[in-house]
T-cell receptor
Framework: DTGVSQDPRHKITKRGQNVTFRCDPI?????LYWYRQTLGQGPEFLTY????????KSRLLSDRFSAERPKGSFSTLEIQRTEQGDSAMYLC?????????????FGDGTRLSIL | GDSVTQMEGPVTLSEEAFLTINCTYT??????LFWYVQYPGEGLQLLLK?????DKGSNKGFEATYRKETTSFHLEKGSVQVSDSAVYFC??????????FGDGTTLTVKP
């Protein structure tokens, strides 16, 4: 169990640029989740995958955001035309199975800073 | 919608003090409940969980009991240590396993 890995750890970019984050889940986990966390708040759900299928997207996920998990393994989250309000910690988590009682295993996150 | 409300922090305690962090929830169904902990510089990790009413989750001296009648899942520890200093998040999970989190409670334990 090598844990959930996220890359990069920190991304600084200018407003209007596109950014892409990567998440590598625990290898046998079929569920993968993206969350966003701002200072002083808990993680907010963005989207999740079961294998390669994206099953749900939060209304927080505007059309500037897109997530993929092409082979059911790693996932990418892209933000186009970044805005100041996109500055946050982006967390990836994975879990095994579809039961709500399965805990999620989190990566250390990617911190996005928009200049 | 579903929501989790946690006791506001920060909480500062002396070593060996008793800890309670309150958590209440609102859910449209019958959720599983979790406490996650985030130590300084680290990612969130599961502390304990409970999946049905009256279940008690426990780990590392921490306990929480799933109280359906009061929709609560309060975290307790009888004697805290400096190493327990962290941010604690209460969370619920319903359909599909996605989680709804509280805003976190920062605990500082002083020697």
């Amino acid at each position: 169990d090598t844990g959930v890995s996220q890359d990069p750890r920190h991304k600084i970019t200018k407003r209007g640029q596109n950014v892409t984050f990567r998440c590598d889940p625990i290898s046998e986990h079929n569920r993968l989740y993206w969350y966003r966390q701002t200072l002083g708040q808990g993680p907010e759900f963005l989207t999740y995958f079961q294998n390669e299928a994206q099953l749900e997207k939060s209304r927080l996920l505007s059309d500037r955001f897109s997530a993929e998990r092409p082979k059911g393994s790693f996932s990418t989250l892209e933000i186009q035309r970044t805005e100041q309000g996109d500055s946050a910690m982006y967390l990836c988590a994975s879990s095994l199975g579809a039961d709500s009682n399965q805990p999620q295993h989190f990566g250390d996150g990617t911190r996005l800073s928009i200049l | 919608g579903d929501s989790v409300t946690q006791m506001e922090g920060p909480v500062t305690l002396s070593e060996e003090a008793f800890l309670t962090i309150n958590c209440t929830y609102t859910a449209t169904g019958y959720p599983s409940l979790f406490w996650y902990v985030q130590y300084p510089g680290e990612g969130l990790q599961l502390l304990l969980k409970a999946t049905k009413a009256d279940d008690k989750g426990s780990n590392k001296g921490f306990e929480a009991t799933y109280r359906k009648e009061t929709t609560s899942f309060h975290l307790e520890k009888g004697s805290v240590q400096v190493s327990d200093s962290a941010v604690y998040f209460c969370a619920l999970s319903l359909n599909a396993g996605k989680s709804t989190f509280g805003d976190g409670t920062t605990l500082t334990v002083k020697p």
